[in-house]
């Protein structure tokens, strides 16, 4: 397979992740998939800011977050964020940091 072949499956695989996660399984919470995997959406918008700042192209965390959710997290939280435990909170703490790094 070519790299341009590769690159365009590459992204079409990222972009059906992003509406599986954003259309499909909003009940799913940020912090349970933090908790399980390591990675949240939010992760996954700061991969995106990253992978756009590496380009040259100057992009805040707001504003992956609203390209990645399809709209602002303030909006994304009252529409589908739900009561975290202080269980879930505990081991989010410990997934945070072993997946991200202290939080600053």
């Known amino acids: 397979m070519d790299q341009k072949t590769e690159t365009e499956l590459q992204a079409a695989a990222f972009r059906r992740l992003q509406q ?3 259309e499909d399984r909003t009940d799913v919470q940020n912090i349970d998939m ?6 949240c959406r939010n992760c996954l918008s700061r991969w995106y800011q990253e992978a756009a700042n590496e ?6 965390k707001d504003e992956a ?3 990645f959710y399809g709209m602002s997290m303030s909006e994304w939280k009252a529409k589908y964020q739900t009561e975290a435990s202080p269980e879930k909170q505990a081991a989010f703490e410990v997934s ?3 997946n991200v790094g202290k939080k600053s």
Do not use: K, S, T, V
């Open 20 to 22: 599986h996660l954003i």
């Open 34 to 39: 933090m908790n399980l995997a390591g990675f």
């Open 55 to 60: 380009h040259g192209i100057e992009m805040d």
């Open 65 to 67: 977050r609203q390209i």
């Open 96 to 98: 945070f940091e072993e």
